[in-house]
């Protein structure tokens, strides 16, 4: 199988992490790819890119003239693929050696429209003690209670290690361009995975299969596990899940995130709470468990935010607004 690999970036600042994941692409232990490096709306960093990997046939380098957010990135990348399937990862991530071959393994043995893996978190500087496993979702990482450790079906990937076979693209779309990171109107909306994933299950009765020893390491920097953004990234996914079930035409579309909300408060913080009885390092605890409840405070306070908004909506806007889908390959 031929795989396209899309790697969206925007900022020189990034360019060191861009270059290890692009140099962990090159390094798989399955060869038949090409690396498709999206660079939305930087020139200098495209200029860049094209000098350090001029005359690498597998890599190919497409610029965007200005910031269109991270969606139509990934979707500027899957236009320009070749490949059987297209897989992407972030331009701050790293692919184990193998990443590839279980990727494709996966597609053919269970003749999967789309597989996921696994995404373990690098603390640049060192973990936080109160950032608890539960929230790993908020920067991209594979959390607890994500999915058993065997290969299983799931609703949805994480961007920074999925991918589809080209046929899903050319039945179902491309991805929904106003929901994902942007620096311009969406900012911190997401949601995108799990909207496209939705259409995926609708239009082609399949699901995801994940494999967690496809594995993909995640750099996660200090800005990312400070409080103040922990919990405004919870902020924006109540508000992207209200989103998400009002554009859906998914019989249950949040049925994953109200199911792990209840694993939340009888499973797992109950557990905390049992540690901390035990004295085991109790404060420890006692700060995850309160990053947690903040945290589900704050989702919850984007939901009820993005409801009110979208009842007061006229339908007709919310329709130009959201669109379902967004092009064709």
């Not at 320009?80 to 297209?86: E, P």
């Not at 049992?274 to 420890?284: E, L, M, P, T």
């Not at 989702?299 to 006229?314: A, D, H, Q, S, Y």
């Amino acid at each position: 199988m031929f795989v396209s690999i899309v790697v969206p970036t925007h900022s020189l600042d990034n360019f060191q992490n861009l270059i290890d994941t692009v140099d962990s692409l090159l390094n798989q232990t399955h060869k038949e790819m090409e690396i498709i490096v999206v660079v939305d709306g930087n020139q200098e960093l495209y200029e860049r890119l094209v000098k350090v990997y001029d005359g690498q046939a597998n890599i190919k380098t497409v610029g965007i003239s200005e910031n269109v957010g991270v969606s139509a990135a990934r979707n500027a990348g899957i236009r320009a693929a070749k490949g059987d399937a297209i897989a992407f990862i972030d331009d701050d991530a790293v692919a184990e050696t193998r990443w590839l071959e279980n990727v494709v393994a996966t597609h053919d043995k269970f003749d999967a429209v789309a597989v996921a893996g696994k995404i373990l978190p690098v603390w640049v500087s060192g973990k936080p003690d109160y950032f608890p496993e539960e929230l790993y979702w908020l920067v991209g990482v594979t959390e607890k209670g994500f999915a058993r450790e065997e290969i299983t079906e799931i609703r949805n990937a994480y961007a920074p290690n999925m991918s589809f076979r080209r046929e899903v693209f050319e039945k179902i779309g491309l991805l929904n361009e106003r929901l994902g990171f942007a620096r311009r109107g969406t900012s911190y909306v997401q949601g995108s995975e799990a909207e496209f994933a939705l259409r995926v299950g609708a239009e082609l009765g399949r699901g995801v299969i994940y494999n967690p020893e496809a594995i993909v390491y995640h750099k996660i920097p200090p800005s990312k596990g400070k409080v103040g953004m922990i919990l405004k990234r919870s902020f924006y996914q109540g508000y992207s899940k209200a989103l998400l079930r009002s554009i859906s035409s998914a019989p249950q579309p949040i049925a994953t995130e109200r199911a792990y909300l209840r694993d939340l408060l009888l499973k797992y913080i109950p557990q905390r709470m049992g540690k901390v009885f035990r004295g085991s390092d109790s404060i420890a605890e006692l700060k995850k468990i309160s990053i947690l409840v903040a945290s589900i405070c704050a989702v919850g306070l984007g939901f009820v935010f993005e409801i009110v908004k979208l009842r007061l909506t006229p339908k007709r806007g919310l329709e130009a607004q959201w669109p379902h889908s967004t092009g064709e390959l």
